[in-house]
């Protein structure tokens, strides 16, 4: 049964920094690129960022580039979030998600199908 | 980066109504396009992959179509269960965007 258990948030000052942690269990971790996808209070979802599956591409939506890394520990099953230079504005529930990608005939899609409960990090004076 | 956006923002019904949102993308993704469903407080879920195919274990009442730049999810009977947001997403490009959300409401 897939797992995907996040941890690390909190409240912190605006330019201060957060580590957010992802454990995975049930599944083999290092066959799958995972992303975080982050929602603020009474909004939507907005994807921050991928890595794959064995850690040498990264992507980051441009709202978090230069702000936030996002690494990954195959050994330990676990995809982690560094988030420096924090702003108000990053004050939202952050979550892991495992990228699947499924093939319907000719055509493989991506879809995030497995996520974390989510995590709470707040930032303010 | 492709911009999806959601019709209607928010949806009042009833149980046993039928039920169609929309989602449009600004430019064409093929069927590269997801439907997920979440509840308040809770992880999304997701309903329908590629447009049209059912994830394993989601109610047939569900069901997604389009191509292009135009989709669809239709529930066909709602359920007391079925009402929360949902959100459409592109799986074509990097970002993989989402739509801004459709909350669906008991009448």
């Known amino acids: 049964q897939v797992h995907l258990v996040e941890s690390g948030g909190g409240l912190v000052k605006p330019g201060g920094s957060l580590r957010l942690s992802c454990e995975a269990s049930?599944?083999?971790?290092?066959?799958?690129?995972m992303s975080w996808v982050r929602q603020a209070p009474g909004r939507g979802l907005e994807w921050i960022s991928y890595i794959s599956s064995t850690g040498s591409d990264t992507y980051y939506a441009d709202f978090v580039k230069g702000r936030f890394t996002i690494s990954r520990d195959n050994a330990k099953k676990s995809v982690s979030l560094q988030m420096n230079n924090l702003r108000a504005d990053d004050t939202a529930v952050y979550f892991c998600?495992?990228?699947?990608?499924?093939?319907?005939?000719?055509?493989?899609?991506?879809?995030?199908?497995?996520w974390g409960q989510g995590t709470l990090v707040t930032v303010s004076s | 980066d492709i911009q999806m956006t959601q019709s209607p923002s928010s949806l009042s019904a009833s149980v046993g109504d039928r039920v169609t949102i929309t989602c449009r993308a600004s430019?064409?993704?093929?069927?590269?396009l997801n439907w997920y469903q979440q509840k308040p407080g809770k992880a999304p879920k997701v309903l329908i992959y590629?447009?049209?195919s059912l994830e394993g274990g989601v109610p047939s009442r569900f069901s997604g179509s389009g191509s292009g730049t135009d989709f669809t999810l239709t529930i066909s009977s709602l359920q007391p269960e079925d009402f929360a947001t949902y959100y459409c997403?592109?799986?074509?490009?990097?970002?993989?965007?989402f739509g801004q959300g459709t909350r669906l409401e008991i009448k």
């Open positions: 430019q064409s993704i093929s069927r590269h």
């Open positions: 049930g599944f083999t971790f290092s066959d799958y690129y």
């Open positions: 998600a495992r990228d699947a990608a499924k093939r319907i005939g000719m055509m493989t899609v991506d879809l995030f199908d497995y």
């Open positions: 997403q592109q799986s074509y490009s990097t970002p993989p965007g």
């Open positions: 590629a447009a049209s």
